[in-house]
Structures are given as structure tokens and as C-alpha cells.
């Protein structure tokens, strides 16, 4: 049965699904790396498609920007769909002094200013972790490709433009390695349904250092975490 987001008829999403923010970069995903692509959604253009990545089922849909958004969909993923991970895909900003452009972040934790996690109703403040098992599965990918990776808190922050300014510092301080707006929010819907969720990052701007990619790089960058998400997304189907 179809959602009010979603247009798909419940079989028509695989196990895993990867989720980047932007619906074409979800259609580039799909055309590049899948065969036997179906379009299963177009509602609102948060587009998303089912295909073969190495002969084993996988989908790819958009999450929007930001934790409501990604908060939609991947609710209807996990309860109505069927799905038993996703694994973002997206940018961020980076905050670690050594982290560069491109580089590869998994979030092992997602700090957050939402107030999204309020409506679980816990007494006290809730860790959004993502799941251990697709962390190593994602680990060990980055190890057989030779891709250096850094593992360890994101900051999802409901804002881009900070009206204070100078926030960022305290989160850089406190650890964080980069700054994006969904993966708290996706890692507390895994939570409450008993799902996995892991978000996979590439590091587009870096809000303490001035150097920026050209297009060609930030698609070099891209790629190498389309890969590492994709296959680290068919082993997540024999979990
Ligand atoms: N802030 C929030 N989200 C982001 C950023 C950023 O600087 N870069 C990429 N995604």
C-alpha cells in the first residue's frame, strides 16, 4: 500500500536501502551503478529506485534535507516497506582539524540541537548510535578498497545558517568530526523500530579551513562513497 510520501506497493523496495539527500543524486546512483532499474517513486521528486548491484537486490531513494524530512521516510522504510537498513549517504561539512575535503566519515554517533528525539518521551537525553554490525561491514569495505576513513561522532544540526554564528567550535571541541542535518534523526526512528541505520559521509566543505572542491572533485568524492555504501550495503543484506 502506498503512504502519502510514497508511491511504492510494499515488495518494491529491497532490505537495504541507501539514502542520499538529493533525489539526483539518488537517479545518478541508480543510473551508474544499478542494472534493471525500476522507478518506484516520484512523489514530490524524492526519487527512488530498485535495481541489481552485483547480481543482489538494493534501492536508493532521497531523503530530503533535514531530520523531519529524513524522519518521513525513513519511518515509512522501516514500518511500512519492509527495510531493514539504510545507510545515508551524504555530504558534510567537516569540523576535525584533520580532517580534508573528500575524506570518508562513518558516524558512529550523531550529536543533534533537534528537538526530534522529544517525542520518544525517555527521561533524559537519547545517544543516537548507528548499528555496530553495518559500521563494521562499512569499516572493513573502507580497509579491502584502501580508502582511509574516519569513524566517530557527526553533529546533525537543524540549522545551516546559524543565526549566533560560532557553534561549530564547541562541537569541534567536544569532538565531533562534521556537521550534517539528518543522521540523528535517522538513527532514532532505527532505534525505536529495532532497525539498523549507519550514515556514510563525504567530507564537501570544511567549516575551519578555506579550500573548496571543483565539481570534478566533489564527484571524485562522491563516487568513492557510492562504492563503499553500495557494497557494503549487499553484504548488509545477509545480516
Ligand atoms: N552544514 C550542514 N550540513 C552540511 C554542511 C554544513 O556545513 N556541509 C554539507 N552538509
Avoid at 524530512?69 to 514500518?79: A, N, Q
Wanted: overall charge negative; aromatic content about 8%.
Amino acid at each position: 500500500m502506498s503512504t502519502p510520501h510514497n508511491s511504492a506497493e510494499m515488495g518494491d523496495i529491497a532490505k537495504v536501502v541507501l539514502m542520499p539527500g538529493d533525489p539526483l543524486r539518488a537517479k545518478f546512483t541508480a543510473e551508474t551503478f544499478l542494472t534493471d532499474v525500476v522507478c518506484f517513486n516520484k512523489v514530490r521528486n524524492c526519487f527512488g529506485f530498485t535495481g541489481t548491484y552485483k547480481g543482489k537486490k538494493i534501492s536508493v531513494m532521497a531523503s530530503g534535507m533535514g531530520i523531519p524530512s529524513i524522519g518521513i521516510y525513513s519511518h515509512e522504510l522501516y514500518h511500512f516497506y519492509g527495510v531493514e537498513s539504510i545507510i545515508r549517504i551524504g555530504t558534510a561539512g567537516g569540523l576535525a582539524p584533520d580532517l580534508n575535503l573528500k575524506d570518508i566519515v562513518l558516524g558512529m554517533g550523531a550529536c543533534t540541537n533537534s528537538n526530534y528525539i522529544n517525542q520518544f518521551g525517555l527521561p533524559g537525553q537519547f545517544a543516537p548510535i548507528c548499528d555496530f554490525d553495518l559500521l563494521r561491514l562499512a569499516y572493513e569495505t573502507c580497509q579491502d578498497k584502501k580508502v582511509p576513513v574516519k569513524v566517530g561522532n557527526l553533529v546533525s544540526n537543524d540549522t545551516f545558517y546559524d543565526h549566533l554564528g560560532n557553534v561549530n567550535e564547541r562541537w569541534r571541541d567536544m569532538g565531533a568530526l562534521a556537521v550534517e542535518m539528518e543522521s540523528a534523526g535517522l538513527y532514532a526512528n532505527a532505534a525505536s523500530c529495532g532497525k539498523r541505520a549507519l550514515t556514510i559521509c563525504s567530507i564537501s566543505d570544511h567549516l575551519f579551513k578555506p579550500e573548496q572542491l571543483s565539481p570534478k572533485e566533489r564527484e571524485q568524492g562522491l563516487t568513492t562513497m557510492l562504492e563503499i555504501a553500495l557494497d557494503t550495503g549487499i553484504k548488509a543484506l545477509d545480516l
